[in-house]
Each structure stands twice: as structure tokens, then as C-alpha cells.
């Protein structure tokens, strides 16, 4: 059945198509989803989005799914995803505020809040507030709600810094400076999950916390964001001489976003409950150098590549030495990355033409 995005955000319509059709394509028990009510907070941020309007192509093949979304713009909600119908609801307010739903909610996707180094230098109280107040609201939502399972969508930043570990498993923890500038984001990601643990052993919420690395593709904010994948590719698209904020021998490794959408519903549907899971693409790690070399050669561009540092160049950038996810346990559940790296960058970068 063809897929109906007349209504949604059109400049990558055709690729929200071929990536919703290959994530249906993919082993998983998609009809335990069938007739649920599924909340999705921060629904218009890149993953939040392309979860929802996965589950709106799961209705179109009749699935009869209630989904609500969640976020603070009324016309960004109707951008992104039309006009509300009865399998459709908008929730327009702040995660921080006290939720009201008056009725059962089978499944909780909480997305809510920012990330970028762009908030973080701006607006980091607000960063904590999402991750705890935001939290709290949800989970007592869910209480209320009778809620089977609730995802938190949290970071890879919440190991810290980590020394001598080659990889880093769900059960390593490292060291975060309270007083670090950009420890507003790790440190209440690390608060939110041990609200959801609190809550599971008081109030029996089910929940998993998916510690997720380096995603990016179609939808992804490249304006006033700062990480570096949005910063090259918006230089890329926009034809500019790509300028990268140091001497570019630092190493990524970046998962496209279906494949991190497909690791959220297999937690969803398989995960076991009140644990963590890493997800992430580490079969090709890259120099931040080397990446923007590539995305100007996909781009086809001319312009060139310059590095620069300055005492400012790290502001709200996070400087520990990367250490390798451990993907065993998602993998354990049938998942692994299935989208180069090389095809990631092109269709993201068609997806803004």
C-alpha cells in the first residue's frame, strides 16, 4: 500500500518512504503492535519523528494503532505529521509540564529534550529540566496510565570518561565532572535513568533505557545544532567550504536512522524489562577529517576542507577519548547495522535537496 505523506514534511518525502518500506521488511513481530495506544514525546525531534510516522505506516496497513504525539508547536506537529484524525492526537505542551492523557497508554516512547552543543552552551538548565521533570511526568503518567512498557531514549554520554576499556559494555560506568560545562546533559541523563529504575522497583513501571551513539539522517536539525555530522553536511549541502572546529584526527563512528529505529522497536518488543541497551554502528569508524572528505565527495563538491582551532573551538563538545559501544545485547535480539555509512550520507543528503 502506498504510503500517504501528502501532509508531512515533503522535501524527503520520497525517503521517509523507501525507509519506512525496508524497516517493514524487517523480522520483527510487528503485529503485537496492533490496536495498542502508543505515546511518543518530543515527537517531532529526528528519532521521536521517524518512530511516529513508522507507526503511522503500520496504520496504513491497518494496524489500527492510537498514537499521540507530543511537543510544544502545534504547527510543528502539523507539519510533520498532518491533521489530527482518531488514530491521531496531539499533546501540544512542555514534557515538564504534568501530562494529561484520561486514558490507558500500552506503550511510552519519552524522546523529549535537546542534545545539541547548541543547547548546552544556551540553555543547559533547560536540558536538565526535560531529563528529570520531564521524566518524572512521564512515569507518573505511565503509573496512572497502565503503561506495559516505557523506552527512554538516553546517550552513550552517560558512561563518562572511561579508562583503560577497550569497548564499553551496559554494565561499565566512568566518571562525569559535575562541575564540566557540558555535564547538564550526561549527568541528568544519568539522573532520568535511575528515575526509571526508582520507579520500577516502587511502582512496577516497566521500562528500557536505549543509550544510543552518534545517529543521524533525513530530519535532522543542521541549524543552530553544533554536532558534527549536522555541521558538515549543512556546509556540504549548502556548497561552502567545510571548516571543522579542530584538527579533525578525532574518530566517530555514526549509526544511520533506521537502524536506530529498528533497535528501538526490537527493545520495544523484545527488550527485558528495566535494562539498558547500546545502540550503535561501530563497523566503520571514521576521522572526523576523513568524514568530511567523504560527505564532499558524495556531495560531489569542489570546496575544501580546513581546520581550525581555538579556545572556544570545544565549548559544549564532549573531549573524552571514544571508546567502542558493545552491541552484543541488541544484537542478542536479532538486531545489526544494515545502512553504510557512504549510503547513510547520500540519502540524507538527498533527503534535503
Not at 235 to 259: M, P, V, W
Amino acid at each position: 500500500m502506498e504510503f500517504n505523506t501528502s501532509q508531512m514534511i515533503k522535501y524527503y518525502q520520497p525517503i521517509i518512504q523507501k525507509d519506512l518500506e525496508t524497516l517493514y521488511k524487517a523480522s520483527l513481530d510487528w503485529s503485537a503492535l496492533k490496536n495498542k495506544r502508543i505515546l511518543v514525546t518530543g515527537a517531532t525531534g529526528m528519532l521521536a519523528s521517524y518512530f511516529s510516522f513508522m507507526i503511522k505506516y503500520l496504520n496504513e496497513q491497518d494496524f489500527r494503532i492510537k498514537l499521540f504525539v507530543l511537543a510544544r508547536s502545534k504547527n510543528k506537529l502539523e507539519q510533520f505529521f498532518g491533521t489530527e484524525s482518531e488514530l491521531l492526537k496531539f499533546i501540544v505542551q512542555d514534557a515538564c509540564d504534568t501530562i494529561n492523557i484520561h486514558e490507558e497508554i500500552d506503550y511510552i516512547i519519552h524522546a523529549a529534550g535537546a542534545a545539541s552543543p547548541y543547547h548546552i552552551i544556551n540553555d543547559p538548565v533547560g536540558i536538565i529540566k526535560v531529563n528529570t521533570l520531564g521524566t518524572i511526568n512521564v512515569l507518573e503518567l505511565a503509573r496512572k496510565a497502565k503503561t506495559q512498557k516505557v523506552i527512554f531514549t538516553s546517550t552513550r554520554e552517560i558512561y563518562g570518561k572511561v579508562n583503560n576499556k577497550e569497548q564499553l559494555s551496559e554494565s561499565d560506568m566512568g566518571i562525569i565532572d559535575p562541575l564540566d560545562a557540558r555535564s547538564c546533559y550526561p549527568e541528568s541523563k544519568r539522573i532520568a535513568e535511575t528515575l526509571f529504575k526508582s520507579y520500577s522497583i516502587q511502582y512496577g513501571i516497566p521500562f528500557n533505557t536505549i543509550r544510543i551513539a552518534h545517529t543521524y539522517g533525513p530530519g535532522m536539525q543542521l541549524s543552530n545544532d553544533g554536532r558534527v555530522m549536522a555541521d558538515l553536511l549543512n556546509e556540504a549541502i549548502n556548497r561552502k567550504d567545510i571548516h571543522l572546529k579542530s584538527d579533525g584526527t578525532a574518530e566517530r563512528a555514526f549509526c544511520y536512522l533506521t537502524d536506530a529505529i529498528e533497535a528501538i522497536f526490537r527493545v520495544l518488543l523484545h527488550g527485558k524489562n528495566n535494562e539498558a541497551y547500546n545502540i550503535a554502528n561501530e563497523t566503520e569508524p571514521i576521522t572526523i577529517l576523513e568524514l568530511a572528505g567523504l560527505i564532499q565527495k558524495i556531495a560531489a563538491n569542489k570546496q575544501s576542507v580546513k581546520t581550525e582551532t581555538s579556545e572556544t573551538s570545544n565549548q559544549g563538545y564532549c573531549n573524552y577519548k571514544r571508546v567502542k559501544l558493545l552491541t552484543s545485547k541488541i544484537e542478542a535480539l536479532g538486531w545489526y547495522p544494515k545502512v553504510s555509512l557512504a549510503k547513510g550520507i547520500s540519502n540524507t543528503l538527498e533527503s534535503f535537496k
